[in-house]
């Protein structure tokens, strides 16, 4: 059971490795003034999400988000911060299905009577299913004061298994995922 466990956790924690398409949505609270807000608190991972995770990629997702905030011209505070922000990671097990037909045969010759010969003709159609994990990222951002939940930015993304490019990947979807947040980087 603990190999199956931590043979999941490295493909959770390769979330950010793959290079195919991510899906990123957000979503927040329209009457907030976003370009007011300076100091942020880290409220930690929701539902320790980030057991799941080593703890070089976990330092490698916020050092993220903390380049991110950063550069939108927040500043992080131990406690206190205007805002509170939290993450959660999950993986859930998908299946694709595609399909093949290969066309092999003669439809044969039909006059202008509607009679004539006829060949034979047969069609295979040849189904694969394939298993893959996606994975879910998302981040929370609370008003510290009213506790109420003012932005939520998700990215979703097929897992892969290429370790050696965590270091330079993470960094990007990161950097994708907060391109919806309401403050653009400060130049």
């Not at 990671?89 to 595609?98: A, E, F, H, P, R």
């Not at 394939?130 to 510290?144: A, I, P, R, S």
Request: zero cysteines.
């Amino acid at each position: 059971m603990k190999t199956i466990i931590k043979s999941f956790s490295l493909l959770l924690i390769l979330l950010f490795v793959t290079n195919m398409h991510s899906q990123v949505k957000s979503d927040y609270d329209k009457n907030i003034d976003f370009s007011a807000i300076k100091t942020y608190t880290f409220g930690g991972w929701a539902d320790d999400s980030d057991k799941i995770l080593t703890s070089f990629d976990k330092k490698r997702i916020t050092d993220a988000m903390v380049n991110e905030l950063s550069a939108r011209g927040l500043t992080y505070t131990e406690e206190g911060g205007q805002v509170v922000i939290t993450l959660f990671i999950v993986v859930n097990q998908k299946t694709s299905t595609t399909a093949y037909t290969n066309y092999n045969g003669n439809m044969g010759y039909r006059g202008r009577w509607g009679w004539g010969y006829g060949g034979m003709a047969t069609a295979t159609t040849t189904y694969n299913e394939n298993d893959y994990l996606e994975g879910t990222f998302v981040v929370d951002m609370y008003d510290n004061t009213s506790k109420d939940l003012i932005w939520q930015g998700v990215i979703t993304s097929v897992v892969t298994e290429k370790p050696e490019k965590r270091e330079k990947t993470i960094p990007k979807k990161i950097n994708k995922l907060m391109k919806k947040y309401p403050v653009k980087p400060i130049k």
